[in-house]
């Protein structure tokens, strides 16, 4: 099992769209849980972090499930420009703090 | 702009030659890791550089080392290359405070005929 696994999409959704992406990691002792964005032939931004209470950016919300060992990331009205890859991270505990990069997930949003 | 600068952009090398990659990280960051992205996969841990030393390496054959200077900018060098090796190779540089913000550079397409 890989430590960090994302569902590679696409998905192919109309603008307006709401649209879900879960992660899933191996590693129960995690410590800390991101989501970054990656627009075609770029590199990675921050695009949010994700805590255990959840956590809600305009139209993104993040949700960490430790029990069940899952991320999520919810984009609500989706826009033309949130068309990209979205790379769940997640961080080891201590350490030299070196984090795990899912595959991503690619999202296409189509007028 | 992330402040984070990687050199060259793109290059074309054949297999068994040797490349060195340079990254220049961002203002008042002392920590610098290596990832290699190949396409349609997520980027992969290499290295990581903390004040010139190596403190963490990934799943990758001796033959990939690095070099981080006094001034926080590093170098990737990578011997007899394999056309494996083709992808994109992003630096990123963190900062004293643990935020867990990587900021990447735009990265250097390697390939390798």
């Known amino acids: 099992r890989k430590e960090v696994e994302q569902d590679p999409g696409p998905f192919n959704v109309p603008e307006g769209a709401t649209v879900a992406f879960n992660c899933t990691y191996s590693n129960s002792a995690s410590q800390s849980f991101f989501w970054y964005r990656q627009d075609c032939r770029k590199e990675p931004k921050l695009l949010m972090s994700v805590y255990s209470s959840g956590n809600e950016d305009g139209r993104f919300t993040a949700q960490l499930n430790r029990a069940s060992q899952y991320i999520s990331l919810l984009i609500r009205d989706s826009k033309l420009s949130d068309s990209a890859t979205y790379l769940c991270?997640?961080?080891?505990?201590?350490?030299?703090?070196?984090?795990?990069f899912g595959r991503g997930t690619s999202l296409i949003v189509h007028p | 702009e992330t402040g984070v600068t990687q050199s060259p952009t793109h290059l074309i090398k054949t297999r068994g030659q040797q490349v060195t990659l340079r990254c220049s990280s961002q203002s008042g960051h002392n920590t610098v890791s290596w990832y290699q992205q190949a396409l349609g996969q997520g980027p992969q841990f290499i290295f990581q550089y903390y004040r010139e030393e190596e403190n963490g390496r990934g799943n990758f054959p001796p033959r990939f080392s690095g070099l981080q200077f006094p001034n926080y900018s590093s170098e990737l060098n990578v011997n007899a290359l394999e056309l494996d090796d083709s992808a994109l190779y992003l630096c990123a540089s963190r900062g004293t405070a643990n935020t867990g913000e990587l900021f990447f550079g735009e990265g250097s397409r390697l390939t390798v005929l």
């Open positions: 991270v997640v961080n080891p505990t201590g350490g030299s703090y070196i984090p795990t």
